[in-house]
């Protein structure tokens, strides 16, 4: 039907109404989509990394991906899908000082564009820019009040200068800090380990 209507392609996310943004994406819509329609096909749903973006395209047989949630606070999935596939290697995750640098870019255009509302808005994104880092929540919790841009950039840098001057620049591995959790409530080691 949509075909005929003129379509030139269809984007399915691979999610019932009901799922929202919980629960796994159901890929296997799309071959059963693909053998209905001549038109290409774009798989939409769990993309958050360039390992997901080649698994979509090998599994699913998809024309093309859309990357939604995957890119809030971390537009550095593009280029490092974009890498993935033309050099079959994984490129390294972006540093702090990359992240806070683009997070400032990013920021500074949401200001410009829509003003205060726009660095309110921004405040979804501060998460995945600073995910995995030590004590990132402190900042996060600053960022979530601030509402200026000199003072937003402002904590981003004194953040990274604090991490810097403690030799912590690095991401925290998890896998390193699970076992020193002793404590059997599945609800509060969650708690520490998003606040981590």
């Not at 309110?120 to 996060?140: C, D, I, M, P, Q």
């Amino acid at each position: 039907m949509i075909e005929q209507a003129g379509a030139a392609a269809i984007a399915i996310h691979c999610r019932t109404r009901d799922m929202g943004m919980t629960g796994k994406a159901d890929w296997s819509y799309i071959s059963k989509i693909k053998e209905l329609i001549d038109i290409p096909v774009i798989l939409n749903g769990d993309i958050m990394t360039p390992q997901d973006a080649k698994r979509a395209f090998d599994e699913t047989n998809c024309d093309a991906i859309m990357i939604g949630r995957g890119c809030i606070g971390y537009p550095f999935i593009f280029k490092r899908t974009q890498e993935y596939f033309n050099t079959g290697i994984v490129p390294n995750e972006p540093g702090l000082k990359e992240r806070i640098e683009v997070c400032v870019e990013h920021v500074k255009m949401a200001e410009k564009y829509k003003g205060s509302h726009g660095v309110v808005e921004f405040r979804k994104h501060y998460s995945g820019y600073l995910k995995g880092f030590f004590e990132a929540t402190n900042v996060r919790q600053k960022l979530m009040k601030a509402i200026e841009f000199s003072e937003i950039e402002g904590l981003l840098w004194d953040y990274y200068s604090y991490l810097e001057s403690i030799d912590r620049l690095e991401t925290v591995q998890k896998s390193n800090i699970i076992p020193e959790l002793n404590c059997n409530n599945e609800k509060y080691v969650k708690k520490q380990l998003i606040e981590m």
